[in-house]
């Protein structure tokens, strides 16, 4: 089992910028890919951004192309995502998973079952 920590959230205003970080511990071995979900009250989990272990593949979420970038250290078993331009709808509760079976984008909530407890970002207009 994976243990992960997010960390980075904030109060920022439109057009400002985040840092999220998503530090595992534990059975960190066994992960193929990390990914950043989000969300709000009453609203399914949406995936904004996944990278591919090793591989490095990364895929994003429409809604924040061009203005997220996720990254990850190894060595440190962090991954980050620089969150910029950020908009009012991107307020959100925002998770890392792990997972070991990843498929396709990574982007689906329902595939993973570790995952940190959250960090908050909330943009002011």
């Known amino acids: 089992q994976v243990q992960l920590v997010e960390s980075g959230g904030g109060s920022v205003q439109a057009g400002g910028s985040l840092t999220l970080s998503c530090t595992a511990s534990g059975f960190t071995y066994g992960w193929n890919c990390m990914v950043w979900f989000r969300q709000t009250p009453g609203k399914e989990r949406e995936g904004v951004a996944s990278i591919y272990r090793y591989a490095g593949h990364k895929y994003y979420a429409d809604s924040v192309r061009g203005r997220f970038a996720i990254s990850e250290d190894n060595a440190k078993n962090t991954v980050s995502l620089q969150m910029n331009n950020l908009k009012p709808e991107d307020t959100a509760m925002y998770y890392c998973?792990?997972?070991?079976?990843?498929?396709?984008?990574?982007?689906?909530?329902?595939?993973?079952?570790?995952w940190g407890q959250g960090t908050q970002v909330t943009v002011s207009s």
């Open positions: 998973a792990a997972g070991t079976r990843c498929r396709g984008s990574a982007l689906y909530a329902q595939d993973y079952t570790d």
